[in-house]
């Protein structure tokens, strides 16, 4: 460890599809260093996780072994891990962290279950923690909380519960038509024409079902009718996020919402949501995951004090 | 040319989104060589065209300039040339191919137009020239002519004239989303389940408008009970196809049918159809291309003589 680095008490981990997040952290709570990379789940093969983790935290490491905290697609199938689900109902802010050997001796890792439902089918890693971080904020919460992301989850709790969830591939799918269909020529990377995204929501609210021909139009306006690649990005934002809202009705129609994601998206969902009659309130997601893992570390420290 | 090679009185070229296809054509209308590359115009830059094409087909030049005629992605504004399109209602077996300068004097390209509709917005480039061939073998067709695909085309067609169309992203979804999504991880490449796709085409078609719910349902059910991967790969069939039949209902409602297209895709289309009691003819449209540029080939015989 060279003079002046972070030491962790322990460290972090956010771990997603695309994505790995890790901070070292103090046992009061405070945020010593933080890194990130994209050596996500989904680039990695099973002996690549500990050096993609190794490449991000061995400047916190020392003598003694740390504790590591992970969340998120690292415990899948086609993760470091598998780690079983917990099946709904469950209560997020009662999961344990799972150890997992490792080759380096300098950490300790421990991984979080995710979450699973019966019936309809479904699953979720990552997100049981950002719940839980938001359970220790909002302990009293009963209502809807939707989590935007690669696949957006529309989550039921109640009495500090997992009652239901549903998943959406809704970012995914942006991200796979906008980057690479044939939609890709005529999509702008960045730009937002927040009118046309509000139309393109209400069009696919009323006709749900013509989703995979809307898409294409959106190819043919830009050729022939010479439609930006600004508005094209928000109205293919829009007929996602619309098809998304017809069938997770269910879940807002006359609920208490509250929309939690990177604050971009999670505000074009609040947007989205208003235009519905249904006033959600909107936050940042970012720390909740870290909050989550926060008190996952403490059950860790109950066990093994 | 080598001794023994063959000779092309003219060349015909598909030349879509991800594949090159040619033939080395005698003017009697028989095949004298073929040959296919991956070379798509998705792949290729404006300057890429030309040697792709070469490749090809510099076995079945001399001295004599050959015509090429070719349709299809390549005369979109990505393509070698862009070509303007025609708008409905027109005449496919009408179209004129239009022609474009090349580096290579052993060749005379012509590239067809494409065909456009103002409202809904919609473009095709290659299917005008596979309809012009299905005209050609059936020229009294009156009804609905479906090309599924990449981007699965339904065209209503009458006294030998497109009048109104509507595309689908059905092709490009399925490919994406089995390559490229999470659910890549639980999809065959290969094999099907027959009753699974019929069932969930049907689910679809009663729900459409859960489509990106439905699929990551795929995922789940992969991991909580054990989907197999081809039953995945049909279910994701199924959800896609049933979801465009949803929104496509009003042209294949009460109406006479034709499916063309690679038959085992084009057999989908036609069981799913069938089972919402329809009953289609389906066709392999592996000659349609071809004997559609032989139509356009003789215009351009007619305006060169």
Redesign the interface.
Known sequence: MSAGAAYADWIAVDWG?SRLRVWAMAADGTIRAEAASDDGM?GLARDGFEPALLKLVAPWLGSVPVPVVACGMVG???GWAEVP?RTVPCAPGALQPVPVATQDGRIRLFIMPGV???K????MRGEETQIAGFLVEEPGFDGILCLPGT?TKWVHISAGEIVSF?????G??FR??SE???LR?GIAAEGFDQARFESAVADALSR??????R???I???G???GLTPEAARSQLSGE?IG??L???RPYWLGQEVVVAGALALAALYGDALQAQGVSAQVLDAGPLTRIGLGRAYTTISETTA
Not at 166 to 170: N, R, S
């Open positions: 599809t989904g899948s199938r086609q689900y699973s439902q019966a309809p089918a479904d699953v696949h549903q998943t959406f591939m809704t995914e799918l796979l038509i690479e269909s044939v020529h749900p079902e013509r989703l995979a021909q898409l294409f139009a190819r043919a306006e050729v022939l009718q996602l098809a998304e017809a069938a997770a």
